[in-house]
């Protein structure tokens, strides 16, 4: 599933532009990924959600504001 990143919302930084973080730590039983979106211009960072496109969602609707 593919969704394109809005712009951020604070400085304006173009969506294709916008980093996505993975963070990886282990679990007991499996290993868990994270992901949230940051922007590279000032840092602002999106939800951390188990989904990259959970993430995209989150940023997408701050951005809506
Ligand atoms: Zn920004």
């Given at each position: 599933m593919?969704?394109?990143l809005?712009?951020?919302p604070f400085c304006g930084?173009?969506?294709k532009e916008?980093?996505?973080n993975r963070?990886?730590?282990s679990g007991s039983i499996f290993d868990k990924h994270?992901?949230?979106i940051e922007c590279p211009s000032c840092h602002w960072c999106g939800e951390t959600k188990l989904f990259?496109?959970?993430a995209k969602r989150?940023?997408?609707r701050r951005a809506d504001k």
């Amino acid at each position: 599933m593919s969704i394109e990143l809005k712009p951020c919302p604070f400085c304006g930084k173009s969506g294709k532009e916008l980093r996505i973080n993975r963070i990886m730590f282990s679990g007991s039983i499996f290993d868990k990924h994270l992901f949230f979106i940051e922007c590279p211009s000032c840092h602002w960072c999106g939800e951390t959600k188990l989904f990259a496109w959970r993430a995209k969602r989150a940023w997408n609707r701050r951005a809506d504001k």
